[in-house]
């Protein structure tokens, strides 16, 4: 379940158009804001001045908005105008037909506690009510944070030997660019006739999977 506290609840419903009528974004952005989501809420503020948590040194508040949508996908590039349009943390809910799927994008400060890079998006399955579970872990907003990124990525981002969130989010970026290059090389070697060229590429494919299953 989503277990954050009463203190921290918004209710707050953002018109849909706010995010393109405004703005110079493409049509099919407009598009996916009209057709798949029916509707937005801004549900929980978290917040030092809303919770008993240390203000973080790149974390003012993280925000939980709720789309409602009207099909069970939801392009991407949507996420990414509402992160770029609100200068703060966001965790996404989506919710269709008694589903929920969390979503959050890993922000890092690109001039100033405003202004921020989204580098790469985690979310989890969809799963019912019950399932569904986010919780406010940390003494600090920038380690909350981070527990909700890691909590929604799951697996994806599991710590290992103590390293930093940005250290994880690195180290998978390096794993679906090296599985990305395996599959480009496997059509390849699939492609190639001649035999003496389908051996130096299979032989640079084996190469890669061992860095891959070194990650």
Do not use: C
């Not at 919770?51 to 409602?68: D, Q, R, Y």
């Not at 949507?78 to 959050?104: A, N, T």
């Amino acid at each position: 379940m989503i277990d954050l506290p009463d203190t921290t609840l918004f209710k707050r419903r953002i018109p849909k158009q706010k995010f393109y009528e405004n703005l110079n974004v493409t049509t099919a952005i407009k598009q996916a804001f009209i057709e798949q989501i029916k509707v937005i809420f801004w549900n929980n503020k978290i917040a030092p001045a809303t919770t008993n948590l240390a203000e973080g040194k790149s974390v003012n508040e993280v925000e939980l908005f709720e789309i409602k949508l009207n099909t069970q996908t939801l392009d991407e590039a949507v996420l990414k105008l509402i992160d770029r349009e609100i200068p703060y943390h966001i965790v996404f809910l989506l919710s269709y037909e008694k589903k929920y799927q969390l979503w959050i994008g890993y922000k890092k400060e690109s001039g100033g506690k405003s202004v921020f890079q989204v580098s790469s998006y985690y979310h989890t399955p969809w799963q019912t009510e019950e399932e569904i579970s986010l919780e406010i872990q940390g003494l600090d907003m920038d380690s909350v944070y981070e527990n909700f990124v890691r909590q929604i990525a799951g697996d994806t981002l599991k710590a290992e030997n103590g390293e930093s969130l940005q250290e994880s989010v690195e180290r998978e970026q390096q794993r679906q660019a090296l599985k990305k290059q395996i599959e480009k090389l496997t059509k390849a070697v699939r492609r190639e006739k001649q035999f003496n060229k389908q051996m130096e590429l299979n032989k640079e494919l084996k190469k890669l999977k061992k860095q891959l299953a070194e990650y």
